[in-house]
């Protein structure tokens, strides 16, 4: 017999299975019995490993819910030292409701009055001067006015003078004035004094009392009111 020639590149020994074929499915069922164990250990791992999590995850949650309780506890007693704050925020409402109560209508009138005569023209001579002043309860009614409003106050006015008087300056006058608005003033007639043929026109009008002519004496400054130790309010002396 011939020798293989070197180039098929044969082995120099003949490879023959002498295993038995029933040696051959042992074999492979074990390594399959192998493949499925270690796949289970793994999934058991696996288990395992979600489980741990899941707990650890559980104790962390308890573990901030008992912080967050306990923060909770000490949340509420501080809070509890300010329980006097509904009261006194009803007692400083029920001051500022009775300084706007007292206050909504204060209006020095002497100074508006006089406020009034600078505006009133020379040549006029006032016959008649009515005011009407808003109560704490309730605005002033109509002054039968177009112009007439609800607002704190009004004041209607007559008089005469011996020669014509620009009604719109008359009004604009009035309406420049701090305390007033809404001024309406109309030429009534054109009378004469037959003893001495003298003419003279009368004037009636009427303005507005804004909230420029409040007084502002019952306004107080606050004052912020220090705390104790236990966060209660101390009481300011007065001073003299």
Known sequence: MNPVPAAVNAPRTPSVNLLPPEIGERRARQ???FVILLGMGVFV?????AWFFAYSNRQAAESDLALEQDLTTQKQQELATYSYL????????NSQNARAWVGATDVEWASQLKAFFSAVP??????????????PTAPTSSDGTPLAVLDYGNLSFAGTSSTPVNVSDFQDAIDALPGFENAFVQVITLEGNTDT?????????????TANALSGRTTT??????????????AIESEG
């Open 31 to 33: 390594r399959a019995r």
């Open 122 to 135: 020379k040549d006029v001579r006032l016959t008649n001067l009515v005011v009407t002043a808003a109560s």
């Open 45 to 49: 791992l696996l288990l395992v490993g």
């Open 221 to 234: 400054t606050q004052e912020i009111v220090p705390l104790d130790e236990n966060g209660q309010p101390v």
């Open 86 to 93: 509904p009261a006194l925020e009803a007692v400083v409402a």
């Open 197 to 209: 043929d003298t003419a003279y026109w009368t004037y009636s009008g009427a303005v507005r009392i």
